[in-house]
């Protein structure tokens, strides 16, 4: 199971260890999970429950490095960006791991 394409952003972004905290989303359709690393890395994990792409604006995302599969990446390794400004686009289905720059 680990091997699937879906499991990647999670399995190398999300690890024993890391404390689950409060996170909040404006949107019924973007489920949001935020974590801190026992080294004090902040990461997000959100994951589309719609077949359409949204807007995902996070306040402190600049220099932010993510990791994401959605419909247009299919069964091929994870997208990765490093987002300029507050705001990436989240395609359909997509699951996107954020590692927030400190």
Same mark, same amino acid.
């Not at 399995?11 to 404006?26: C, L």
């Given at each position: 199971?680990?091997?699937?394409?879906?499991?990647?952003?999670?399995?190398?972004?999300?690890?024993?260890?890391?404390?689950?905290?409060?996170?909040?989303?404006?949107?019924?359709?973007?489920?949001?999970? +935020?974590? #801190?690393?026992?080294? %004090?890395?902040?990461?997000?994990?959100? #994951?589309?429950?719609?077949?359409?792409?949204?807007?995902?604006?996070?306040?402190? +995302?600049? %220099?932010?490095?993510?990791?994401?599969?959605?419909?247009?990446?299919? !069964?091929?390794?994870?997208? !990765?960006?490093?987002?300029? %400004?507050?705001?990436?686009?989240?395609?359909?289905? %997509?699951?996107?791991?954020?590692?927030?720059?400190?």
């Amino acid at each position: 199971m680990w091997g699937h394409p879906l499991c990647v952003p999670i399995a190398d972004n999300f690890r024993p260890g890391d404390k689950i905290v409060e996170a909040s989303s404006d949107s019924g359709y973007v489920m949001t999970q +935020a974590f #801190v690393s026992p080294s %004090g890395e902040r990461k997000l994990l959100l #994951v589309n429950k719609r077949d359409r792409e949204f807007e995902i604006s996070l306040p402190e +995302a600049e %220099g932010a490095k993510i990791e994401m599969i959605d419909l247009t990446t299919g !069964s091929n390794p994870p997208a !990765s960006i490093s987002i300029a %400004g507050s705001t990436f686009k989240l395609g359909g289905f %997509g699951v996107a791991a954020v590692t927030l720059a400190k």
